[in-house]
């Protein structure tokens, strides 16, 4: 997987229209305190499907749109987008380079796309599970991160392997399938009583 490029506007610190590229190899981005070199990350979380305002570093999702300075207005809006190299076909499309877009306005309302085709917020998740990229993955290791993980239990030790080996998606579709069945079995039970009321 290789991450191409990525386009932030509006986004937290980055209220004009800015573009990183990432050469093959090693990408450093080095700044002074403050200027916005973690809010690079942050962005990157946020389109992979971070919904946490903590780990996003913020108290509200609105944190995330450019708040305005002494010289500048707010603005409504933060867009980011993500574009992959997707020539070994990293992800299941038909695509040569994959484009992921979220936006966020201050009205509350979010919108996603995919290569320009607008979605949910599960289709991403769903696109990104087991690729080692998704919200949980571990693609991004955060300060403290490999402390976590090595002082974690077993069961949080256990959920990174079972991302790595490409399990996690089959265990979350076995979750959903099971609630399924419950709420089917709910509604039989229903249907079975009003048989009886009406016999
Ligand atoms: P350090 O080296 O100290 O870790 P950094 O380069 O990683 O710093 P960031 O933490 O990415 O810096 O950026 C912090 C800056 O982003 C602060 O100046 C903060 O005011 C600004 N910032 C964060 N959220 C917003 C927002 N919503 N609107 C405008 N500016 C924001």
């Not at 800015?18 to 990350?41: A, R, Y």
């Not at 959920?159 to 579709?173: D, M, N, P, Q, S």
Request: aromatic fraction near 8%; glycine fraction near 10%; charge should be positive.
């Amino acid at each position: 997987m290789y991450l191409k490029r990525i386009e932030l506007r509006g986004f937290k610190s980055f209220a004009d229209k800015t573009i990183v590229e990432f050469k093959q190899g090693v990408t450093c981005i080095v700044g002074p305190n403050g200027s916005g070199k973690s809010n690079i990350t942050d962005a990157i979380r946020w389109v992979l499907g971070e919904q946490r305002v903590k780990t996003l570093r913020g108290s509200k999702m609105e944190d995330v749109i450019f708040g305005g300075t002494k010289h500048r207005k707010p603005l409504g809006m933060a867009e980011v987008k993500l574009i992959f190299d997707n020539r070994e076909s990293f992800f299941p499309l038909d695509y040569e380079e994959v484009e992921i877009v979220r936006r966020v306005f201050r009205s509350g309302d979010s919108e996603y796309s995919v290569n320009g085709m607008a979605c949910r917020l599960k289709d991403i998740r769903e696109l990104l599970m087991d690729t080692g990229i998704g919200r949980e993955g571990y693609s991004i290791i955060g300060q403290g991160k490999i402390d976590e993980i090595l002082s974690g239990g077993r069961d949080e030790r256990r959920l990174l392997f079972e991302e790595a080996a490409g399990i996690l998606k089959y265990k979350v579709r076995k979750v959903e399938a099971s609630k399924k069945l419950a709420n089917t079995h709910d509604n039989l039970s229903r249907i079975e009583d009003i048989i009886v009321e009406i016999e």
